[in-house]
């Protein structure tokens, strides 16, 4: 039997195959994360600070030479009057007065969780402080690179319906 034959199965076997790979290829491209900072509080009484944060990214479709990745976090449920207090290419914090149920609470937070997994990265890019009635979210770049050894960048900082939204990114 010679491989002619076989073509044609060949052929409609790919063709019914295509569009079930092309849609797990923009379901893989659509799927959010969520980054869980766990708060290490330094108060005597741990209810005055949240237990964790989470924050959500979501990378954006594929695009030759380059890649994206944006991100949110609902800083209002712990904070009001949240503004970016500082930014450059590689750094952005947003600050916000602690709400009085959180008004007390001194601490620290760092990625701990991706989806549920423990974290495994070594660069601990997203952290928070919780100081003097005031909460800091950070947004660190810094030491990070991309596959071409150029630094990932803060392409986009912002607020978005009062909470802390961005968009990071470098080249592939």
């Not at 491989?3 to 799927?31: E, K, T, V």
């Amino acid at each position: 039997m010679s491989i002619l034959s076989f073509r044609p199965l060949i052929l409609g076997i790919s063709i019914a195959l295509l569009p079930l790979l092309s849609n797990w290829r923009i379901q893989a491209q659509n799927n959010s994360q969520n980054i869980e900072l766990k708060v290490y509080s330094e108060n005597e009484q741990k209810q005055s600070c949240p237990d964790k944060v989470i924050v959500t990214e979501k990378p954006h479709p594929y695009q030759e030479g380059s890649f994206a990745t944006d991100g949110s976090v609902n800083l209002s449920a712990y904070a009001s009057s949240i503004s970016v207090k500082a930014s450059n290419s590689f750094s952005v914090t947003w600050v916000g007065t602690l709400k009085p149920k959180y008004a007390k609470c001194f601490a620290s937070a760092g990625m701990t969780k991706v989806d549920g997994q423990d974290y495994s990265g070594q660069v601990n890019y997203l952290r928070m402080h919780f100081v003097k009635g005031k909460v800091y979210l950070i947004l660190d770049l810094a030491g990070s690179f991309d596959p071409n050894d150029y630094p990932l960048v803060v392409l986009k900082n912002s607020l978005k319906n009062g909470n802390p939204a961005w968009t990071w990114g470098g080249t592939d």
